[in-house]
């Protein structure tokens, strides 16, 4: 069971391959849109890619809720279980 | 003759030759190859296993996030506009950005970025698929990009004629200028299609010469035009650009010109899908076109950069095609097919062969088409094997490229 900063380092990595974000910039109370400048085709690819990376599905109805990189750990934490 | 003049102000490319247009140049008049063994493990399995990687890889000189929502064949587009942006000076020059247009032709698109994500949904399943996919594998990001970077607003066009691509991007550049529709056009052709799924299709209509293959010829002798040997093209990839520009505006800024565009011709065989028409007749109207568009005289056309692929019938007709328009004036005119040593960009190839039409008006020296050592009997035209000087005075040199499907353009370029 990976613990909430693996996760959190493992995403960081994801949107830094994405996006160009400083991993170090992806901390969890962080937005995707308003802070790291992650545009909405960016954000299909970190969530297609996360899904690969923690074996999870997120659900299209469920991104728009995942405003922050806490959100997005938050999610991936509670369908691992 | 069209009122406005246009000149050429700036230019770029990334090619199998170099990284640059100094570089490419260069590498031409020296008569360099830049054909060799691909070194992709899928080449193995390929009737082709030879072809023009370009020299300088993209991921070198562009941002890596920015990169990676470009297709290939964008990234060769943008490493190629942004030298010919430089060279251009237009950068704070204060131009419009509704007077700044773009025509960036690719004669297949994204046709690796299509195949790398059918490949992750055969793998993967449809969620893998990249949401990239589609802006990426469009015929027109090429243009679409390049116009996003330099906010070019007046127009974006991806023309697409297969091999013609790239110079019809420059005639339609033209039109642009002439018909008052923009300043500046950003114009010029890229391809990167050196992938075995094309590469097995090109190989299969004996297009692509399957020479130097399974035997001990030295890769850098397959692509041969006008040569008694010669079996078919060999695919390279790259892209290129110029900075087309009234001459009134540019005049206006003191740009630096390196040639006028005269004139562009444009016309159709309506003969055969891939083959060319056998006498050339499309083909001599499109030159013939460029002449008369440009109110050129054939007695001060003293270079051709040719299509000329290395196929048995292409070849040929080109010939024929100078002799119909120039008549008697054809023996003094310098005759030269780059693809020799670059092989051929498809719809990047009209835009790089610009390039170096206008490097040759600008140094007044023509580059030799290579492994000519047998010419066809059946070709009369003077076709230097080592590069030679152009004639002092005001010169011409017309660029052909024909494409798959049927379409002729010729652009006539004049010295300054």
New interface residues.
Partial sequence: MATTEEIRADLADIVNEVAGVDADDVQLDKSFVDDLDVDSLSMVEVVVAAEEKFGVTIPDDEVKNLKTVGDAVAFIERSQG | MPSTRVVVTGLGTTSPLGGDVASTWQAMLAGTSGIDYLEDDWAATLPVKIGGRVAVEPSEVL???KA?RWDRSTQFAVVAADQAWADSGLEGSGLEPERLGVALASGIGGVTTLLANYDILLE?GP??V???AV?MLMPNAPAANVSLKYGARAAVHAPTSACASGNEAIAMAIDLIRLGRADVVIAGGTEAAIHPLPMAAFANMMALSKTGTDDDRDPSTVSRPWDVARDGFVLGEGGAVLILESEEHARARGAKVYAEVLGAGISNDAHDIAQPDPEGRGGTRAIAMALREGDVDPATVVHVNAHATSTPKGDIAEGLMLHAVLGEHVDRCLVTSTKSMTGHLLGGAGALEAVATVMALHDRVSPPTINLDDKDPAVDLDIPTSKRDLPEGDIVALNNSFGFGGANVAVAFGSV
């Fill in positions: 941002d890596r996030v990676r993967k969620r893998r990249s949401p990239l802006p």
